[in-house]
């Protein structure tokens, strides 16, 4: 029986980045963590470069990288806020302060990101 060409034909994806480029099989995708080079799978826009390592290929990095204790855990703290007179004031939790080395004085920029507040640091 005679292979069907069609179906050995690989379909490449359109970037979804530039939408220029189409997106080709790599392996050698390379994130660096804390010093750590990992080299994953997965695709590469032929235009504007943009990488998309496959879905397993970041997990087992991640995995990686947690047994060489070097993948930033998400800081999820659990704060309650409060009242004063002119409004409700929340309180950056230590953790936050010390990782981002803060004085009290910075000027941020406050987002709405659906019911998520986002506090951008200047
Ligand atoms: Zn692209």
Same mark, same amino acid.
């Given at each position: 029986?005679? #292979? *069907?060409?069609?179906?050995? #034909?690989?379909?490449?994806?359109?970037?979804?980045?530039?939408?220029?480029?189409? !997106? !080709?099989?790599?392996? +050698?995708?390379?994130?660096?963590?804390? =010093? /750590?080079?990992? $080299?994953?799978?997965?695709?590469?826009? *032929?235009?504007?470069?943009?990488?998309?390592? /496959?879905?397993?290929?970041?997990?087992?990095?991640?995995? %990686? %990288?947690?047994? !060489? %204790?070097?993948?930033?855990?998400?800081?999820? !703290?659990?704060?309650?806020?409060?009242?004063? =007179?002119? =409004?409700?004031?929340?309180?950056?939790?230590? +953790?936050?302060?010390?990782?981002?080395?803060?004085?009290?004085?910075? +000027? $941020?920029? $406050?987002?709405?990101? =659906?019911? #998520?507040?986002?506090? #951008?640091?200047?």
């Amino acid at each position: 029986m005679k #292979k *069907d060409q069609e179906n050995i #034909k690989i379909i490449l994806k359109e970037c979804p980045t530039c939408e220029k480029g189409k !997106l !080709l099989p790599v392996n +050698d995708i390379i994130s660096e963590l804390s =010093g /750590y080079v990992f $080299v994953e799978k997965g695709e590469r826009c *032929d235009s504007c470069g943009e990488e998309f390592p /496959y879905q397993e290929e970041t997990q087992k990095t991640i995995q %990686a %990288a947690r047994k !060489l %204790a070097i993948w930033p855990e998400t800081l999820k !703290l659990h704060r309650k806020l409060s009242k004063s =007179g002119r =409004g409700i004031i929340f309180r950056i939790p230590s +953790d936050i302060e010390k990782q981002l080395n803060l004085n009290g004085n910075e +000027d $941020v920029d $406050v987002s709405l990101l =659906g019911n #998520k507040i986002i506090i #951008k640091i200047n």
